[in-house]
């Protein structure tokens, strides 16, 4: 079949429809439905996608339209870009001991037997572990080793300077905010980072200090910042995020506030802009500095990450804090704060005091993982597959719970959050019902814990990162027999 014959018999196998009417971007239309069409394997590997050209005349849209959803297509490893030769559906490999292709024997398996023996669905804390290339990384740290053993030997309080140039890049180019090496420090994750910015800040004139922390959100924060001193306060959340007012009416001097403006933890959302700005604005008034909790903005399943708080205002007192440890595995305790690079000193010499270094061959290893381009294609996997596993943990929520649970929206992250239905939340505490399922080999983590002084809502995250497709399946049907009986 010529090429040209080929593209016109795709374009009418493919049967894309836009709604010019809808509220949802024509770019985003597009990309959702070519996912949808690859996902579920009605377009197979190695098939030739029509032409950017082609298919924006076909749809009548503007070529721009296709080039940015295939540009999104790419980067998220779902289509394969040759050449001279043009876009082709990318091979979705399944990780060893998925056994998702066969939906079928799947639906039929034990309820339990499915179950890593390491792991539970849906424990939020566990991880894509099957998808990291531990091989590469094997590699890695020979390599690392090898090339930055003089530097690797000496000390450095902000972190080996080859990692925090190779994450300036990185950053740089995921999110679109210059940053120098000097504005980057290496640390062992977002609570190490928490613990120096609260010693660095926390004291000002002898008199205690305070933060704005989110309710509802996670709990570990508010226990650090009372063991070094600062007084967390609790700040509303609604649909919007962190509610700027609240917070200045509560505490208008907090030393910093603590938002997780990619997504709220544990609702999801991310902050809006009127929010961002309005939070920004404070700041710069009342010379606070806003910590952005980023601790899984990489994981976005539709258009590129969101810009961090930082890149709407280059000049506002932003520190930004990252951890790789959910994207690669547990033992590697490996994070960083960006920020302006007076702060960035500040915090290395907080770290100098009780002289604690962060492993220096893990920072060479990942290093050259970052420059050899060995993260930026994990990445493109993950988001692959987690896109995959959440649409199917979606669906079969929708078509056997959606009398028992809301699915609260989401575009980022590897847990999913649910309301339970208000007859469900009158019978029975999802503390309750998160101890009934452990007895059956879930793990739930409760939503209504995670407030602090805001009246609780009911509900579950459920964590699908390390979990196969009939895992998922399989979790879910114990779910719902929990939830009915």
């Not at 258009?303 to 932003?318: E, K």
């Not at 452990?438 to 459920?462: I, N």
Request: aromatic fraction near 6%; charged fraction near 25%; avoid cysteine.
């Amino acid at each position: 079949m010529s090429s040209r014959a080929q593209d016109e018999s795709l374009v009418a196998m493919l049967s894309v429809t836009l709604d010019r009417n809808a509220a949802e971007p024509l770019v985003r239309q597009l990309y959702r439905t070519l996912r949808e069409l690859i996902l579920t394997r009605r377009l197979a590997a190695g098939a030739r996608l029509p032409s950017t050209r082609k298919l924006s005349r076909e749809l009548n849209v503007s070529r721009t339209v296709t080039l940015d959803a295939f540009a999104q297509l790419g980067a998220e490893g779902f289509i394969d870009s040759r050449r001279g030769s043009g876009h082709f559906v990318a091979e979705l490999r399944v990780p060893a001991g998925d056994t998702t292709p066969r939906a079928e024997a799947a639906e039929g398996a034990s309820e339990i037997s499915v179950w890593s023996a390491a792991g539970r669905p849906f424990d939020p804390a566990w991880q894509a572990v099957d998808l990291f290339p531990s091989q590469v990384w094997s590699r890695m740290l020979g390599r690392g080793w090898r090339r930055h053993q003089r530097s690797a030997l000496e000390r450095h309080w902000a972190g080996l300077p080859v990692l925090r140039a190779a994450l300036a890049q990185h950053l740089h180019a995921l999110r679109g905010v210059p940053l120098g090496p000097e504005q980057i420090m290496i640390t062992s994750g977002n609570a190490d980072a928490l613990t120096l910015i609260a010693r660095s800040l926390g004291r000002a004139g002898g008199e205690q200090a305070s933060a704005w922390i989110e309710d509802p959100g996670y709990g570990a924060p508010a226990q650090i910042l009372e063991r070094e001193r600062v007084a967390p306060v609790s700040v509303r959340v609604d649909a919007d995020g962190l509610d700027v007012s609240d917070g200045e009416r509560l505490a208008p001097g907090a030393a910093f506030a603590l938002v997780t403006a990619t997504r709220q933890f544990p609702l999801g959302m991310p902050l809006s802009l009127g929010r961002r700005l309005a939070l920004l604005d404070w700041a710069r008034r009342s010379g606070g500095l806003i910590v952005d909790d980023d601790y899984d903005g990489e994981i976005r399943f539709a258009g590129r990450p969101l810009q961090s708080l930082a890149g709407l205002d280059p000049s506002a007192r932003v520190l930004t804090l990252g951890s790789f440890s959910k994207l690669t595995f547990p033992g590697l305790r490996l994070g960083y704060v960006a920020g302006p690079a007076d702060l960035i000193a500040r915090l290395a010499e907080v770290r100098r005091v009780p002289q604690s270094l962060i492993p220096s061959s893990e920072q060479a290893a990942f290093a050259e993982f970052i420059t050899t381009g060995g993260l930026a294609r994990h990445l493109r996997q993950l988001r692959t597959y987690l896109t995959q596993r959440r649409l199917i943990l979606v669906e079969k929520l929708r078509a056997e719970a959606a009398e028992l649970v809301e699915i609260m929206p989401q575009e980022v992250g590897m847990q999913l959050t649910i309301r339970l239905a208000p007859h469900l939340a009158e019978r029975a505490s999802d503390i309750a019902l998160a101890e009934r399922a452990a007895e059956q080999g879930l793990v739930l983590m409760p939503l209504s814990p995670q407030y602090r002084e805001a009246v609780p809502e009911e509900g579950f995250l459920l964590g699908y990162a390390g979990w196969s497709e009939a895992q998922l399946r399989a979790g879910v049907r114990e779910l719902v027999k929990l939830l009915r009986s």
